[in-house]
């Protein structure tokens, strides 16, 4: 993996531990109000998706990563 991949790599292992800690501290106010069930369900499955796909290295690559110029 070259410098570019594995900054892109480490970045969003960071953006995922971000993605948890937020899902997570929805579950006891999720606890205590069931309207909240659904929202906090979708930020659960978006954190486990990127988890799955970040340990499988899918959709890393320097190529992904597009600049424009406006």
């Known amino acids: ?3 570019t991949n594995e900054l892109l790599w ?3 292992k960071l953006v995922i ?3 948890w800690i937020m899902a ?5 106010p999720a606890l205590t109000n069931p309207s909240m069930w659904i929202s906090n ?3 659960l499955a978006v954190a486990v998706t990127l988890t799955i ?3 499988k290295k899918k959709g890393i690559s320097c190529y992904s990563v ?3 110029v406006f």
Not at 24 to 28: A, M, T
């Open 10 to 12: 480490q970045r969003n």
């Open 53 to 55: 796909l970040n340990v």
């Open 66 to 68: 597009d600049y424009y």
């Open 24 to 28: 997570l501290s929805g579950v006891v």
């Open 17 to 19: 531990i971000i993605f």
């Open 41 to 43: 369900g979708v930020g």
């Open 1 to 3: 993996m070259d410098r």
